[in-house]
């Protein structure tokens, strides 16, 4: 049986890793850690926040609760990274973990349960809830960097007032 849905899943999950890849690379470890005012949260807490709720939810997926004891989440949000390196390896190992958890799952697994915070979810359940709170953050670094970077930022998809040569070109390619 083929695994449309995990894929499709996967697929999803690469998008939005992707979109903050790019941010990543327009900004650096200033940038990462600029905040606008002291009750918001930098680029760099925001990884270490989605990290921590990765390997969280991730490690032991569908044998453990998905609030691990070992998680301090009111840590995640105190920065600690020294790096821009120390960040995306961080942000790597997070993504590993996640797509270690998904990647083995069969479309007949989204049935099964499993327990964050001790609430039953059905893996289904479990992965959308993910597909939500990831994307959220993902869409605050994307911001940030947009605000720091300004006129030199590079859009990660299609730059504003380019949308009909994006899709007459799109066309075309299909075309032929």
């Given at each position: ?25 327009q900004l ?37 609760d998905g ?41 007949s697994d ?67």
């Amino acid at each position: 049986m083929e695994n449309t849905i995990i894929s499709g899943i996967i697929k999803q999950f690469e998008y939005y890793k992707t979109a903050a890849d790019k941010t990543f690379d327009q900004l650096s470890f200033d940038d990462i850690n600029w905040q606008p005012n002291d009750t918001s949260n930098s680029i760099s807490i925001i990884v270490k926040h989605m990290v921590g709720n990765m390997l969280s939810r991730w490690t032991n997926f569908l044998t453990e609760d998905g609030e691990k004891d070992w998680r301090h989440r009111e840590q995640e949000f105190v920065a600690t990274y020294t790096t821009k390196n120390d960040v995306l390896q961080a942000w790597e190992k997070g993504w590993n973990c996640l797509f270690d958890a998904i990647q083995p799952l069969k479309d007949s697994d989204l049935e099964r349960v499993v327990y964050i915070r001790n609430e039953k979810h059905t893996v289904a359940e479990a992965i959308f809830r993910q597909l939500g709170h990831y994307p959220y953050h993902i869409g605050q670094i994307a911001y940030i960097g947009k605000l720091l970077k300004e006129n030199h930022w590079k859009s990660l998809s299609i730059p504003k007032g380019q949308s009909e040569a994006f899709n007459k070109e799109k066309f075309n390619k299909n075309r032929n």
